[in-house]
């Protein structure tokens, strides 16, 4: 493999990994709105000890960050706060990485 289709590659790998990460913000705050849509309609009590569904972020060995992701409040009160795979892919590009 010449250098340049390795740069290319690994511009490739690091974009979809960004997406991937990117995904695993999304469908974090996905979860947890179910959850509050569940404890709002059916039962209040629903993972009140637990709290929210916590995101691990890191590579383990060097440590790791739990995230809390949530809807921001302009974000819930869409008709769907999940924006979609496509701008999601268009955030990575935008940003030139993911969001965290």
């Known amino acids: 493999m010449s250098q340049k289709e390795y740069d290319e590659s690994l511009r490739e790998f690091q974009f979809n990994t960004d997406v991937l990460y990117e995904l695993s913000f999304e469908l974090t705050k996905a979860a947890n709105f179910v959850c509050d849509a569940f404890r709002g309609e059916l039962d209040p009590l629903f993972r009140l000890e637990q709290g929210v569904l ?6 383990g060995l060097f440590g790791s960050v739990l995230l809390a992701e949530e809807y921001s409040g302009a ?3 869409r008709d769907s706060p999940y924006v979609g795979f496509t701008a999601l892919v ?8 993911a969001s965290r």
């Open 75 to 77: 974000e819930s009160e």
């Open 90 to 97: 268009e955030r990575v590009k935008t940003q030139g990485e």
């Open 54 to 59: 916590p995101l691990r972020v890191g590579a």
